[in-house]
C-alpha cells in the first residue's frame, strides 16, 4: 500500500472512530430506552434528583418532579418540555404522608401507569452529637427514611401492575442512600442511621419483590456537587475537611447509574452502587 493510501485509512479509520464515539455519547444523552414508561423522582428539584429526572426524561420517560420548591420544578419542567420530554410538576413535602401519597396518585393519576420510583429527597446535617440540634436529627429521620417507606408503599400496586402487565415486564425503584449507608464516621451518627436503613431497606425489598418483576437498587454515592453541603451553617468546617483537595462527582454521575440500572435488560438485577470520587478514600 503507498503511503498516501495508507495516511488515507488511518484518516477514514480516524473519522470512523470519530462518528463512533459521537453516536455512543448521542445514545449516552438520549436512547428512548424508556419511551412509553413513567417515572417518578423526589429531590427534583436541585441536585442529582434534577439530573436524574433530565436524564429518564432524554431517554423517554415522562416524569413526575417531586419536591417542595415549585418554581424550580417548574423550571425543570420547562427544560424537559423544551428538549421535547413530557415533565408533570408535582410540588409535595415527603416527609408527610399524605402528601407522598398524594404525590403518586397524582403521577399515576396524569400518566396512568408507574415503571420507575427513584428517592433521591434527602437532607445531611453532621455535626459532634452534643451540638446537633435534636430536631436536624428528627428531620432526617422523616425525610431520608419515612419519606422512603412512604413512596415506596404508595408506588408498589402501581410498579407491580407494570411488572406485570406492561411489555417490558419490569419496573424499578432506585433508593440514594449514601457511603454514610456502609460505612458509619464519628459525628455522623443521625445521617449514618438513615441511610443504613435506606440501604437495608432496600435489600429487603430487593429480595420480598424480584421475583414479581420489581427491581430494588441502591445507590452509594460519595462527595457530589450539590446543595447538600450548605443547608446549615454549622455544616462548614465539616464540608471544607471533606471537600478540599478532592474533584467531586457531577450530578450526571449519579443520573448515568440509574440509568444504567433501570435501561439494563429485565434480566439484570443490579443491587448496588457505590461510587466515589476518586481522591475519596
Ligand atoms: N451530594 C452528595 O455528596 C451526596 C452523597 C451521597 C448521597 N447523597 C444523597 O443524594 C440525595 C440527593 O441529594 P443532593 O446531593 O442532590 O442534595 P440537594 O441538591 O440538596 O437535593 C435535595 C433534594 O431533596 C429535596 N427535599 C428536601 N426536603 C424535602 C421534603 N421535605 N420533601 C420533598 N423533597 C425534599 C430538595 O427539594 P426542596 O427543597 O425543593 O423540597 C432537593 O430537591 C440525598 O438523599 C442525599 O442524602 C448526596
Not at 436524574?52 to 420548591?69: E, F, K, Q, Y
Not at 430536631?135 to 408506588?155: F, I, P, Q, R, S
Request: aromatic residues 6%.
Amino acid at each position: 500500500m503507498s503511503s498516501a493510501a495508507c495516511s488515507q485509512n488511518i484518516v477514514v479509520d480516524g473519522l470512523t472512530a470519530f462518528r463512533g464515539r459521537i453516536e455512543r455519547m448521542v445514545h449516552r444523552q438520549m436512547s428512548n430506552e424508556l419511551a412509553g414508561t413513567v417515572g417518578l423522582v423526589t429531590g427534583a428539584s436541585s441536585g442529582i434528583g434534577a439530573a436524574t429526572a433530565r436524564r429518564l426524561a432524554a431517554d423517554g420517560a415522562a416524569v413526575a418532579l417531586v419536591a417542595r420548591r415549585k418554581e424550580r420544578l417548574e423550571e425543570l419542567a420547562q427544560t424537559i418540555r423544551a428538549d421535547g420530554g413530557t415533565a408533570l410538576v408535582v410540588p409535595a413535602d415527603v416527609t408527610q404522608r399524605d402528601e407522598a401519597l398524594g404525590a403518586v396518585a397524582a403521577a399515576v393519576e396524569e400518566f396512568g401507569r408507574l415503571d420507575t420510583l427513584v428517592n433521591a429527597a434527602g437532607v445531611m446535617f453532621n455535626a459532634p452529637s452534643l451540638d446537633i440540634p435534636l430536631d436536624d436529627w428528627e428531620m432526617m429521620v422523616d425525610l431520608n427514611l419515612k419519606g422512603v417507606l412512604y413512596l415506596v408503599k404508595g408506588a408498589l400496586p402501581h410498579l407491580l401492575a407494570a411488572a406485570e402487565t406492561e411489555p417490558r415486564r419490569v419496573a424499578d425503584v432506585v433508593n440514594i442512600s449514601s457511603i454514610a449507608g456502609r460505612f458509619a464516621r464519628a459525628t455522623v451518627a443521625g445521617y449514618n442511621a438513615t441511610k443504613f436503613g435506606v440501604s437495608a431497606a432496600t435489600e429487603a425489598w430487593r429480595q420480598e419483590f424480584t421475583k414479581r418483576g420489581v427491581r430494588f437498587s441502591v445507590i452509594e454515592p460519595g462527595a457530589t456537587a450539590t446543595e447538600l453541603f450548605v443547608q446549615r451553617d454549622y455544616m462548614a468546617d465539616y464540608a471544607s475537611a471533606l471537600l478540599s483537595d478532592l474533584e467531586q462527582l457531577r450530578t450526571e454521575d449519579i443520573a448515568d447509574a440509574i440509568a444504567y440500572i433501570v435501561e439494563n435488560p429485565r434480566r439484570i438485577a443490579v443491587a448496588e452502587i457505590v461510587l466515589r470520587p476518586i481522591d475519596q478514600a
